[in-house]
């Protein structure tokens, strides 16, 4: 089994900065994709940003210029750096991983429990 911590969230005014990590740990061979996505009251869960094992990103356009994505292989961990926050983007985010099980080497996707971003004055 696969365990992804998330920590970081918090309270910050417009304009503010904040940076989530998530750190997985278990039966972990390799971790193919990193990712945060975000769910807002009555709104649909998104992805916010993703990052491969080989460093390639993708942003959706909401976040891109505001929001950096980074990884930590050796230490099976992911950053999201988030600066120039809005009220928009106050809500739930998640920590998301496609790993490959050490011994089986299965595919499996696995969610982290969530950490609240708030963004108001």
């Known amino acids: 089994q696969v365990q992804l911590v998330e920590s970081g969230g918090g309270l910050v005014q417009p304009g503010g900065s904040l940076r989530l990590s998530c750190a997985a740990s278990?039966?972990?061979?390799?971790?193919?994709?990193m990712g945060w996505y975000r769910q807002a009251p009555g709104k649909e869960r998104e992805l916010v940003a993703g990052?491969?094992?080989?460093?390639?990103?993708n942003y959706a356009d909401s976040v891109k210029g505001r929001f950096t994505i980074s990884r930590d292989n050796a230490k099976n961990t992911v950053y999201l750096q988030m600066n120039s926050l809005k009220p928009e983007d106050t809500a739930v985010y998640y920590c998301n991983a496609d790993v490959l099980a050490t011994m089986t080497l299965m595919r499996g996707n696995y969610w982290g429990q969530g950490t609240q971003v708030t963004v108001s004055s």
């Open positions: 990052i491969t094992s080989g460093g390639s990103t």
């Open positions: 278990g039966s972990i061979f390799s971790i193919l994709v």
